[in-house]
């Protein structure tokens, strides 16, 4: 053994003084030290709770990524278990009898909550409705344009239908509103092969560093309030049934001392939105 690790290493000095002599100063050994390797990102998919995490497989020899704040996943299903924060937030928007209804509880309460309108819902006509979703405090996100599920889209479908709502929503209020926040219709953005890695990126282009689902959905009061735990995020749509299990469970959770935050405010935005006259027009070439 002995004899043939000397073997080895009297080897390996020859081919360095080799490698000096002849090569262009630089003596790459790869074998068995991944080190040496180019470090990939590797996307990593929790089975059971749908969270991701981005990771970097470099070693502590190679660049370290910068360090960051964000404490969240990419795919969010509730904030801080510490605090007791909780977020309401309601998809689709079809019925906007149910959005002035659901406003008109937020005020009533106090409250805040955030809506994931489609593309298709946001109507010239309902500028009213949508400003006052805004004067209460709350929030407006995306749920995509036509409710297509993203994974199945290539990139130049996916851009569109994440970003087109943008534009429609700031011909709607007469100025920019930037939405900060996506709702993926159905909570999924996994391709045919169950793999998230391309809706990842593309999203990643369109600026978003998160998707946000939940971890409440229950439109019984009853069995609704039991299960909000700090960090709730809890998913309603703009039906008669889930305004009414809304109305019920607010003042019941507000009794059991839950904060009721926007979904921005939740994963750490600030509670200011940045407005300006500039309106949001979709240009694909921006983002290839
Ligand atoms: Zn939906």
Redo the contacts with the bound molecule.
Sequence with gaps: MKKKRLTCIALLTVLLMFAQAYGDGTVTVSAGDPSQSPAPSVLSRSETDLTVTVSDSSDETAAQPEPTEDPFPFIIRFGSRDENKISLSM??CYDMECIKETIEICKEYGIVMTFYPLGIVLHEEDREIWQSVIDAGCEIGT?TMN?GALGGYDTRVMLASILRPQERLDQVLGYHYPIRTLRP?YGNIEDANGSIKHAYNVLKRAGYDHIVNWDVSQTDPVKAVPRVRNGSILLYHARPVDVRCIRTIIPQLQEKGFEFVTIAEMIGLSREVATSTDLYVFDMANYE
């Design positions: 998809d689709d749920h409710h219709p």
